[in-house]
């Protein structure tokens, strides 16, 4: 089987990190979010948690320095050390899905790639977060935006491209439409049409 590397980016609430995880399980790939800081962290001999503070963190401007390539931020040392690792896979010529971490830019004009950006209706977002975080409607509107415009600043820094805007990627779906498993279903067709068409 040849090589394939799909990157999801994700609205928060939307689902996506729940329907990367299981669409890598129905195409028999490995999976990769924060659990690239466990694997960074043994290479390194260092704090997984400590690291997956700055997971996904847009780096303190005022704060920040680089000096001859070597920055003081750890947003973006953590953020680094993850492209690092993902493109050594990608070297070793492994397979994987791998949520967000600025993949759609990082693999771009890759052979065997797909991004895929996925959004949900604002309602839906909201009744998943306060299910699955327990909050109030109005806390689950606001973690929403917290954490959707801290995962545009971090993606923007690292990307020429915007995160969320349609042309960024390969394919945008509403899982709102189909549902957490239909959308699952729904982008493991994709996929297969993609590799039939290119093997």
């Not at 990190?17 to 890598?24: N, S, T, Y």
């Not at 990082?106 to 797909?114: E, L, P, S, T």
């Not at 690292?158 to 899982?175: P, T, V």
Request: with cysteine; glycine share 6%; aromatic share 10%.
């Amino acid at each position: 089987m040849k090589q394939l590397i799909i990157s999801i980016g994700r609205e928060y609430g939307s689902g996506g990190h729940e329907i990367g995880r299981k669409l890598a399980a129905k195409l028999g790939l490995e999976f990769y979010d924060r659990n690239l800081l466990d694997e960074i962290a043994h290479i390194k001999n260092s704090d997984a948690e400590l690291l997956k503070k700055y997971d996904e963190v847009p780096k303190k401007r005022f704060f920040s320095r680089t000096v001859r390539g070597y920055s003081n931020s750890p947003e973006e040392n953590v953020a680094e050390l993850q492209f690092a690792l993902l493109k050594q896979k990608a070297a070793d010529d492994d397979s994987f899905v791998i949520v967000g971490r600025c993949t759609d830019e990082i693999f771009k004009g890759f052979a065997n790639y797909v991004s895929i950006f996925i959004t949900a209706d604002e309602e839906e977002k909201v009744k998943r977060v306060v299910e699955c975080r327990k909050k109030t409607e109005k806390d689950a509107r606001k973690t929403i935006e917290r954490h959707d415009k801290t995962r545009r600043a971090y993606h923007d820094h690292f990307c020429k491209s915007k995160w969320g805007l349609a042309s960024s990627y390969d394919l945008c779906i509403n899982s709102s439409v189909l549902g957490i498993d239909g959308t699952v279903d729904f982008l493991a067709e994709y996929v297969q049409k993609f590799r039939n068409d290119n093997n």
